[in-house]
């Protein structure tokens, strides 16, 4: 994978700019409703591997999520990797938190 990566979540640059600008990954998000402003759409991911960009994936949900031990993070796990596997993301590829 390159090194040089750019995060975004609300703007959503055009990928064809990310690659020119000399990125090769991005770092998108999901979370358990795929309504979110900053969830990552299947069209998107497409779209960023279209231009040859590779994906990571962050899972974000509610602030107080890591407060709720070990039960909340399995179901925090499932709730993402459902979303990912909708993006067709790879199953063993990590999801950040």
Do not use: W
């Not at 995060?7 to 959503?12: E, H």
């Not at 991005?26 to 991911?45: C, I, Q």
């Not at 591997?49 to 949900?61: Q, R, S, T, W």
């Not at 179901?75 to 199953?91: E, T």
Request: proline share 6%; with cysteine.
């Amino acid at each position: 994978m390159p090194d040089l990566g750019v995060d975004y979540s609300f703007a959503r640059p055009a990928p064809a700019t990310i690659k020119a600008a000399g990125y090769g990954f991005v770092v998108r998000y999901v979370a358990p409703s795929s309504e979110s402003a900053k969830t990552l759409s299947a069209g998107e991911a497409a779209a960023l591997h279209a231009a040859g960009l590779a994906i990571l994936l962050v899972f974000e949900d509610g602030a107080d999520n890591a407060l709720g031990g070990s039960a909340q993070g399995t179901r925090d796990g499932q709730i993402a990797r459902a979303a990912a596997a909708a993006l067709g993301y790879p199953i063993n590829c990590p999801i950040f938190t």
